[in-house]
C-alpha cells in the first residue's frame, strides 16, 4: 500500500502496522457463527444488527429486484399476507403496481375469490389477447352491464361478437353517455357504435402498437389481422399504468400484473385451484400452518401434474427437513415462519415453531441450493425486519399487520381514543372461523370437534395509502443497503453466504439502545 500516513519513526514497527492495512479486518461474526447451534438459542430479528459496510453508490441505485418463485422475479420483495383483514383484490393490485404482490385470502366462497383474481388480471395488460366482444344487435344494456361487473366500457363490437371476426365498430362511453334512459334496453349497437377506428395490424409489437396508441390519442387499438377480423386489443389505460407504475409486477408475456392466491390442501380446493386458474392466476399460495404434511405433499404433485405453468409456494416450514420434503415434490418456493406473526399464538398453543430468524436462515440456506426462494412469513414489524430478513437469505417478505391498516386492505376505519384504526385479526382466531372455512382448513388438518383458537383479533393504527407506504419501505430498505454496502438483494445475499457481510448479536440493553430512549415525551413519524 502507497501514500500511508506515518505512524512510527521505527522502520520495523512502521512496516508492522502497514501490513496490518493491508488486510481486510473481519470485525463481528458470520452468519454461521451468528447461528451456530452450539453457541446461541434460536433468534429472531431484534436479536442481531448487521454491520455496516463501505458506500460507494447512492441508495436510489439500489435494486430490490428479487425471484420471488423459480419463474417470476419482482421489483421489491414485499408480498402481502392472504389474511381476510389484509389482501383483496385492491391490496393485490395496488401492490403489484408498486412492485410487490399481493396474495388474495380463501376465507370466502370459490366464486368472490376467483372474480378477486380476475379483477387483479384484467386491471392491467399489454396486449389483450381475450377481450369482451359484442355484436351489432346487442344493446346499449349488454355494454352496461359489462361496465357493472368488469370496470369498463370500451367494447369492440365484431360481426358474430366473438374475437376473431370481422371488426366492424368500437362502442365507448361517449357513444352511450347521454343516451335517454328509454333507450338505453333496445338501442342497438350499430347505431351509435364508432366505425372510423384507427387499428393495426396482428404481429405488430407492443412498443410499436403503443407509439400508434399515442399518436392516435384514441382510447383503444383494435389489433387485427389481413382479413380485417379482430385479434386482440390495446388499452390507453394501460399504457398509462405502464407509465405511472414502472416496477409494477408483471407476466412477461401478457404483461398483465401478477396475480396470487391462497389455497388449503383440502380435496374440496381442488375445485377452488380449477377456478382460480380459469381466472388468471399465476402463483398459488398452498397455505397451512405446518406444511410438511403428506396433504400438501400430495397437494404440490397435484397441482404441478394438472397445471405445470402453475408456481407453487409450499409451507409454512421453518426447518431443513420440513424443506426437503417440499422440495422433492416439487415447490416452487417456500413460506417460512409459524408462530412469529403479531397476531399469532401457535407457539404459544402447539410448542411447535422456531424464532423467525433462525428459521429463515436455516431454510434459506438449505433451499438456496436448490434454487428454491424462501418467503419470510411473519414477525415482520420494521423496515429494519425487512432488510434482516433479506439478509438471511429471504427472497421476500410476507407482512400482515404492516399492510392491515393502509386504505387498500378490507374493512372500515374508526376511531378509539382518537386514533383512527382498522381491524387486524389471524387467520387462526375464532373471529376469523366463524366467517369462513379457510381458518379451520390452515389451522387443522381433520374435522375438530372444538375449535382452539391459534390467532386473535386486534386494531392497527391507519398507514394511509399503501403507495405511499410501500414507496416508504422501498427507500428504507435501500437505505439500509446501502449502509450495509452492497448494492443489491442478490450482492447482500451473496456477501452473507461468502462471510463479507457481518452480523452482531445484541443483549436486552442493546436493543433498549437502539430505540427511542431517555425522552419524557416523542413523535414518531415514519415517512411525510
Not at 384507427?198 to 389481422?225: C, F, H, M, Y
Request: positive net charge.
Amino acid at each position: 500500500m502507497s501514500n500511508l500516513p506515518t505512524f512510527s519513526t521505527d522502520p520495523k514497527i512502521q512496516a508492522k502496522l502497514e501490513e496490518i492495512l493491508s488486510k481486510k479486518a473481519d470485525d463481528g461474526l458470520t452468519a454461521e457463527q451468528l447461528f451456530n447451534p452450539s453457541l446461541s438459542d434460536g433468534l429472531t430479528y431484534n436479536d442481531f444488527l448487521v454491520l455496516p459496510g463501505y458506500i460507494d453508490f447512492p441508495a436510489s441505485k439500489v435494486s430490490l429486484e428479487t425471484k420471488i418463485t423459480k419463474r417470476f422475479s419482482i421489483k421489491t420483495p414485499f408480498l402481502s399476507s392472504p389474511m381476510d383483514t389484509v389482501t383483496e383484490s385492491n391490496m393485490a393490485i395496488h401492490m403489484a403496481l408498486n412492485g410487490g404482490l399481493g396474495v388474495i385470502h380463501h376465507n370466502c366462497p370459490v366464486e368472490a375469490q376467483a372474480e378477486m383474481v380476475r379483477k387483479v388480471k384484467k386491471f392491467e395488460n399489454g396486449f389483450i389477447s381475450d377481450p369482451l366482444c359484442l355484436s351489432p344487435d346487442h344493446t346499449v344494456a349488454d355494454v352496461l352491464k359489462i361496465k357493472e361487473k368488469f370496470g369498463y366500457s370500451g367494447i369492440p363490437v365484431t360481426q358474430d361478437g366473438k374475437l376473431g371476426s370481422k371488426l366492424l365498430g368500437l362502442v365507448t362511453s361517449r357513444d352511450i353517455d347521454f343516451l335517454p334512459v328509454n333507450e338505453v334496453e333496445t338501442k342497438p349497437l350499430k347505431s351509435i357504435m364508432t366505425t372510423q377506428l384507427v387499428t393495426a395490424k396482428k404481429g405488430i409489437s407492443l412498443k410499436e402498437a403503443n407509439s400508434i396508441l399515442q399518436q392516435s390519442r384514441k382510447g383503444k387499438l383494435p389489433i387485427v389481422d389481413e382479413n380485417g377480423c379482430l385479434t386482440a386489443l390495446l388499452a390507453r389505460s394501460d399504457l398509462i399504468k405502464a407509465r405511472d407504475y414502472p416496477w409494477a409486477s408483471k407476466d412477461t408475456q401478457s404483461k398483465q400484473l401478477l396475480s396470487a392466491a391462497a389455497i388449503s390442501t383440502h380435496e374440496e380446493d381442488k375445485i377452488r385451484l380449477k377456478a382460480l386458474v380459469d381466472a388468471g392466476l399465476d402463483i398459488v399460495i398452498l397455505d397451512s400452518s405446518q406444511g410438511n404434511s403428506t396433504f400438501q405433499i400430495g397437494m404440490i404433485k397435484y397441482i404441478k401434474q394438472t397445471y405445470p405453468k402453475l408456481d407453487v409456494v409450499a409451507g409454512n416450514v421453518v426447518t431443513q427437513e420440513q424443506a426437503r420434503q417440499l422440495i422433492i415434490a416439487g415447490a416452487d418456493a417456500l413460506r417460512v415462519g409459524m408462530g412469529s406473526g403479531s397476531i399469532c399464538i401457535t407457539q404459544e398453543i402447539t410448542a411447535c415453531g422456531r424464532p423467525q430468524g433462525t428459521a429463515v436462515y436455516r431454510v434459506a440456506q438449505y433451499a438456496r441450493q436448490f434454487g428454491v426462494p424462501v418467503i419470510a412469513d411473519g414477525g415482520i414489524s420494521n423496515v429494519g425486519h425487512i432488510i434482516k430478513a433479506v439478509a438471511l437469505g429471504a427472497s421476500g417478505v410476507m407482512m400482515g399487520s404492516l399492510l392491515a391498516g393502509t386504505a387498500e386492505s378490507p374493512g372500515d376505519y374508526y376511531y378509539h381514543n382518537g386514533q383512527r384504526l382498522k381491524k387486524y385479526r389471524g387467520m387462526g382466531s375464532l373471529d376469523a372461523m366463524d366467517t369462513g372455512d379457510a381458518a379451520g382448513k390452515r389451522y387443522f388438518s381433520e374435522v375438530d370437534r372444538v375449535k382452539v383458537a391459534q390467532g386473535v383479533t386486534g386494531a392497527v393504527v391507519d398507514k394511509g395509502s399503501v403507495k405511499r407506504f410501500v414507496s416508504y419501505l422501498t427507500t428504507g430498505v435501500q437505505h439500509g443497503l446501502q449502509d450495509i454496502g452492497t448494492s443489491s438483494v442478490k450482492a447482500l445475499q451473496d456477501g452473507v453466504v461468502s462471510g463479507d457481510v457481518r452480523f452482531e448479536k445484541r443483549t436486552a440493553s442493546a436493543q433498549n439502545e437502539g430505540g427511542v430512549h431517555g425522552l419524557v415525551d416523542y413523535e414518531k413519524r415514519l415517512f411525510k
